[in-house]
């Protein structure tokens, strides 16, 4: 009898083992699918691996050539660096092994070992993108640029505008404070100007600049023959405002303090929470300029858009900022007069907050 059951025990194991080999041999299509993932995944982490490698044997490199390190120094780093590199991929590889076991002996309804999609594959540990010891591939898993000597940013600017009269004083202005006003729009670059300090930075982009003109005294400008003046409207003006749209194209000389962030494959400067102070000017084209009259005629509210005044059609000046963080004082002057051919000349003038500073 003991002889029946060891035989029988002994069957029912080769069965079961059987049954695990034909499970194993039948792979779920899902799971077929991202197991293909997963392999692509590995030569990926290869890739991966061997960029960061590139990455720090170039900084290395740098701070050889720069004096900071000896040769010794270097080639002891480099071999760090490369056994590090070799042991990461050893590891996520490993990983990545288990992921398809796992897949390969469950079927796709398997959820809680179904984690994976087409834009992150694996096991992210640590709370920081790029942290980690699964084996997250995604576009932002690069080594970063050693140097980045130039960025960017959005430029956004409002304040103030006025215009000042040749031979008149600014108090004396036809235009109102209040109601005229800049804004501008544009996107700006920044770069290093010297190799070992950010001391010195050039600052140059592109912006579409409004600049509004508030006339008051029931004023508005008439053109005769080329000529531009302010006369009196004949009915009562409610609201009389002169507006110029530009495209132009900013260049600063950007000075200050900067904090400097170093780290083994990549160093950076940073202005932000730091004193600025800017200085350049800009040029560019008058894109369009319009008054806009709005009165009442016989108990009825009309309103005129007039297009096509004799305006300058390119437009230059001075411009400087001083900042604080990101919100800087923004003042700029045209050296170029609103109207030409003008027997008395008007130049733009504005005042307001800049915020781009960072």
Known sequence: MQTITKYVMFLALLLSVQIIKAQDSIQDPLNKDKIESLQDVKERIKAEERAFLKAEVEAINLKLERGEITSDEAETLKMEAAKKRALNIENRLAIIDNKIALLKRNKSDYNHYDDVDNSKIGISIGGDEGSFGGFIINAKNKPKKFDKRTTDDLVFAIGFNNAIIEGESLNDSPYKFGGSG?????????????????????????????????????????EVDGNVTLEEYPLNVNKSKFRTTNLVFPVHFEFGPSKKTERDTYYRYSTHKQFKFGIGGYGGFVLQSMQKLKYKEDGNKQKEKLKGYNTNNLMY?????????NVGVYAKYDLSTIFKNQAVNQNNISLGLRFDMD
């Open 182 to 222: 800049f804004v501008e729009l544009g996107w700006a670059w920044k770069t290093r100007v010297l190799t070992n300090s950010n001391a010195v930075r050039i600052k140059y982009g592109f912006s579409f600049m409004w600049n509004k003109l508030n006339i008051k005294n029931n004023l508005y400008f008439n």
């Open 317 to 325: 000046g001075i411009s400087t900022y001083i900042a604080w963080g």
